[in-house]
């Protein structure tokens, strides 16, 4: 009876071993957030004034399904509620969150975009590939999730492979650089307000692991 209980358990602890998933090496997943840039460092354009906490940019990720690829942006407050000096004779415009993500030479990139009084938002896509071609701009899924602060848009993937047929599993991102930043609307030099840029040429994220 001994005997065949420690065969049982013998058998079962194989079983065990056969049916759980294997870990990837720790070189083969991707470290996630891809880019994480430091509270108050945003300049500002145009002026001395404080950097607003909407375009702080703190986290800046990638993630994919098989159906889906992924941007996100965090900031210290989608919703601060920021008046600049400015605005007297440079009335407020709008916001705009933009990520670029490297292969090579080509970026794969989306913008997202907010009325910071409306709530007014857009979502878009394209993709410049090398010598400047630029795919035109496509509407994409996103959201502005103000109990997070983050700025998430969703591409398809079939939108990708559709403007960058060679993407896929396997596909190596060379680089992150993200923009955060406030528009003003009547001047030439309308980028008034402080921006954040959280820039990593080095981070990488390999489609499908």
Do not use: W
């Amino acid at each position: 009876m001994v005997a065949r209980s420690r065969s049982l358990l013998a058998s079962a602890v194989l079983f065990a071993c056969l049916a759980a998933p294997v870990a990837s090496p720790a070189t083969e997943r991707n470290p996630h957030p891809l880019v994480i840039d430091p509270a108050g460092d945003g300049g500002n354009f145009v002026g001395t004034e404080a950097s607003p906490r909407r375009t702080d940019v703190l986290e800046v990720d990638l993630t994919d399904t098989p159906t889906t690829l992924t941007y996100s942006m965090k900031v210290v407050e989608l919703d601060d509620a920021y008046t600049s000096l400015q605005d007297a004779v440079n009335p407020r415009g709008h916001d705009d969150y933009l990520i670029h993500a490297f292969i090579g030479t080509a970026r794969l990139s989306v913008v997202a975009t907010r009325d910071p009084e409306t709530g007014a938002s857009s979502f878009e896509f394209y993709v410049v590939t090398s010598g400047g071609r630029y795919s035109g701009s496509y509407a994409v899924p996103g959201s502005f999730d103000s109990t997070t602060d983050t700025v998430t848009i969703a591409v398809p993937v079939t939108l990708v492979q559709a403007l960058y047929p060679s993407f896929g599993k396997g596909t190596v991102i060379t680089g992150i650089q993200s923009f955060a930043r406030s528009y003003r609307r009547q001047f030439s030099s309308s980028v008034t307000s402080p921006a954040d840029v959280a820039d990593d040429p080095d981070a990488r994220y390999v489609v499908g692991r």
